[in-house]
């Protein structure tokens, strides 16, 4: 069943068009993002034998171009030429949201350039998707592909296990069980989702706790959106005022009032009140 866009089509600007298309369910696409692709001279894929089952699927007939890592950088004359002639061109990648670990950031910079209007057509995101699922802290950064390099790859893992929110990244099946003995020797007392086959028919969410970790039996199907928990801070263990916090406090004591310096200094660092307070007091008996 071929589902059409029941409004009025509206009349697109020229320029680049960055649109998100399904993780693997075609139906999730929004209506505006079948237009704009009906309505372009030109779409650049990541695979055009991928792209093809979407596109045959809502009557998109316009011209495709393959557009992927190792041609994305021959390809920016001609598609700048294309652009500035008055051509509409929309960016998809196979699954997803363009520019995201996959090409077309090339492609927006050099429109930035040539001063070519860029339109997000915003949609499906497995970093979205994955998050919204995890059950984790909504506050996280995303990594991308790590690093291919062993060494590299250690020091990667071991910087993003420093920060305190969940973490996102992106993973192949090949690879995964040489990441899982590094991310159970950095990421010690949290939790970990992978995510597998989003949208799809043997769509899969694997939750565990990172200390408990085993390798995969066999290879995952499908490349995988992985979610670490955020790291848990013991409130109950804190600490003394360091030397760069009293400074911070100096600069700050002839501005404000000791009661407000207490209340904004004890939001960001783990140190009683009291031992803010009573610093503040001190500064002010030496004047």
């Not at 699927?57 to 008055?86: A, D, P, R, T």
């Not at 955020?230 to 000791?258: F, G, H, P, Q």
Request: with cysteine.
């Amino acid at each position: 069943m071929i589902i059409k866009p029941q409004l009025k089509l509206k009349e697109y600007e020229n320029g680049l068009y960055l649109v998100s298309t399904p993780l693997g369910n075609l139906k999730d696409i929004t209506l505006r993002a079948i237009e704009v692709l009906q309505q372009s001279h030109y779409i650049l894929c990541e695979d055009t034998r991928v792209s093809k089952n979407l596109l045959e699927k809502y009557q998109v007939k316009s011209k495709l171009i393959s557009n992927h890592k190792f041609n994305e950088k021959k390809n920016l004359v001609k598609i700048i030429e294309y652009l500035k002639s008055g051509k509409i061109i929309s960016l998809i990648s196979d699954a997803g949201t363009p520019g995201i670990s996959d090409p077309g950031s090339i492609l927006v910079n050099e429109c930035i350039n040539n001063e070519i209007k860029i339109f997000p057509i915003p949609g499906p995101s497995a970093i979205a998707a994955a998050i919204s699922v995890s059950g984790f802290s909504d506050k996280f950064l995303f990594c991308g592909f790590f690093s291919d390099k062993k060494n590299q790859l250690f020091n990667e893992l071991k910087k993003y296990s420093e920060y305190e929110n969940s973490l996102v990244f992106f993973i192949s099946p090949k690879k995964i069980n040489k990441i899982i003995p590094e991310i159970k020797k950095n990421f010690t007392g949290r939790k970990v989702v992978f995510c597998r086959e989003i949208t799809k028919i043997y769509e899969e969410f694997i939750r565990k706790n990172v200390d408990e970790l085993q390798l995969f039996d066999k290879e995952p199907k499908g490349e995988l959106t992985v979610v670490i928990s955020e790291k848990k801070i013991n409130k109950n263990i804190s600490k003394k005022l360091t030397e760069s916090d009293m400074n911070i406090i100096k600069k700050m004591i002839n501005k404000l009032s000791t009661k407000e310096i207490t209340n904004i200094l004890s939001q960001s660092i783990n140190v009683p009140k009291k031992d803010i307070y009573n610093y503040c007091l001190e500064l002010k008996n030496e004047e």
